[in-house]
């Protein structure tokens, strides 16, 4: 007996990171049971994912290599489509499991979808309500939420939000987020030569796990296609502040995306300011151990919002809303917008009274408990049985 096939598509660094404890979970079941598993890379990002391939140790089975110089929705969405569906007819799998809302997500579960494959939706239900922010990514998501036949909700808001939108109560399992798996993984491993020897160049080597004695240490990521331009120089002229103000008591790390619309205006206006250090993308270690020393977080991105509670690291949300205040509502992160003012002041809050943003030991993540592959695993499982006794 063959048992199901399950196939995870994923493309970009983000999806990697969250997929990649539910791919092992999946593979130690296959070990113990008839099944089969299988990795489809689409590679809409090609470096930054390749790196969290490596350190999760995953080789892909099927590698569609979309990614393309100054690429656009439209031509990641119609690649995947196109480069998909043999996959999916020359070996049907039982189930596509996709994560999150990248334009690979939406592509691959309609893929799916003409495959007469069904789909489970990891991180499924978030929401900001409008669907120009952020961009693709709120249509991308309620698109995957018209397909999917599973929804792994990472908290009850999420799953709350799908029974409103008419998703019927048991094709929906509240989890947590596998990306709490993995944060707690990679803390948990040492500190490689290149993240030694960052800490080193940031003058804090010897402290690289407390985030409350010595220089404050204030973590940037900036890349979301809504800040290019005028939101994205409010931003830079905060870090520039910031670092004028409080000079060497604090060290600005800042790991600049490789689109050309965050690397050049950010080098333009940041690159010869003293205590920012701008540096490449940084490997997914590396970035988990720069969480761990932060006092803050200053980001757009969305799965910083879910990674740095583990840690209690206080989080400035660069937007004006969020489709994870469940940390805000935890008083774990704080929406500041993009107005170089309002940057500046909720940073300074947070550096000038560190101890009472970050306590000793942090409150639970409001994202998950580390357990969420596992349960992804059993429900896909009990899923895959079911199906298979409706036809015998």
């Not at 092992?24 to 079941?29: C, M, S």
């Not at 119609?78 to 499991?97: T, Y």
Request: aromatic share 4%.
């Amino acid at each position: 007996m063959a048992g199901p096939h399950v196939l995870c598509v994923l493309g970009t660094r983000p999806e990697a990171i969250k997929l990649a404890p539910v791919i092992h979970a999946l593979r130690a079941a296959a070990t113990r049971r008839p099944m089969s598993v299988s990795v489809c890379v689409t590679a809409q990002h090609r470096q930054m994912l390749d790196q969290v391939l490596a350190l999760f140790q995953i080789a892909p089975d099927y590698d569609l290599t979309v990614m393309e110089d100054n690429q656009t929705p439209t031509r990641v969405a119609a690649a995947v489509l196109a480069r998909l569906e043999p996959i999916l007819l020359g070996k049907p799998p039982s189930w596509v499991v996709v994560q999150g809302d990248t334009t690979t997500v939406a592509a691959a579960a309609l893929a799916a979808f003409y495959a007469r494959s069904r789909v489970a939706h990891v991180e499924a239900g978030l929401r900001t309500g409008d669907k120009w922010q952020p961009f693709p990514e709120e249509v991308n998501r309620r698109v995957v939420s018209a397909i999917a036949d599973l929804h792994f909700a990472p908290t009850t808001r999420a799953r709350d939000q799908l029974l409103r939108e008419g998703i019927p109560t048991e094709r929906i399992l509240v989890t947590g987020n596998p990306v709490v798996d993995a944060v707690r993984w990679a803390a948990g491993r040492p500190p490689g030569a290149a993240t030694v020897a960052l800490f080193e160049q940031l003058g804090l080597a010897g402290d690289a796990t407390d985030g409350t004695r010595g220089p404050r240490l204030v973590l940037v990521t900036a890349h979301r296609r809504e800040n290019f331009g005028a939101p994205l120089e409010q931003i830079c002229a905060a870090l520039r502040e910031i670092a004028e103000r409080y000079g060497d008591r604090v060290r600005i790390i800042y790991p600049v995306h490789l689109n050309r619309n965050i690397h050049e205006p950010v080098h333009r206006l940041l690159g010869h300011v003293p205590n920012i250090t701008l540096t490449q993308p940084v490997d997914y270690l590396t970035l988990v151990h720069l969480l761990r020393r932060a006092t803050v977080v200053l980001t757009d991105s969305g799965g910083i919002q879910e990674e740095a509670p583990t840690f209690g690291v206080p989080v400035l949300v660069l937007r004006d809303v969020t489709e994870r205040p469940d940390g805000v509502d935890a008083g774990l992160a704080t929406l500041t917008g993009v107005r170089a003012e309002s940057i500046v002041a909720e940073t300074a809050r947070v550096l000038e009274e560190p101890a009472s943003h970050r306590s000793a030991e942090p409150r639970a993540n409001p994202y998950g408990d580390g357990h969420a592959s596992e349960r992804i695993v059993s429900a896909l499982l009990a899923a895959a049985g079911d199906a298979a006794a409706a036809t015998r």
